[in-house]
């Protein structure tokens, strides 16, 4: 049996080393075999302390979940694996104009690689999988591969 001051050790390093959230540093702790008490008073007095801080962890994973341009589907559904609250989540607002710049980043991409996507059917599906997979809905994935030869004259 551990004791109160190792599970506080394990839970600042949990904090120090990833960007957890409050609710993956508590499932963590439970996992190792602190008692609910145990975690409630170690998250509350990390909490006091500034060490853990789920608004800045998740202002950072939004930051870099943008800078690799994802969708707003793949951007939800990672923050919400890594244990931010639904309210918290629910922040994270969906702005079309924005979507359709990374689809079409992801899409030059995309045809880099199934270059013949406008004469194959499978090319074509395989493109709209890889687009889907980055995150992005029907919509803006039928949008931009309609307006997609006029990007493809960009590079």
Known sequence: MKSYKDYVKYAIRLASRWRHSTQKIKEKLML?????????????????????????SFDIDVFVMEEKRYGYRRVREYLLTKGYSRALVDTYIF???????KCKFHFLRGINKYRNYKYSDIEREKLINYLKRCGFNDKIIYEVIRLGINYENVM
């Open 32 to 56: 190792k075999g602190s008692s609910p008490t145990q975690v409630e008073r170690i998250i509350s007095s990390l909490t006091k302390d500034g060490i853990v801080n789920d608004k800045k």
């Open 95 to 101: 702005n079309k104009d924005i979507e359709v710049d």
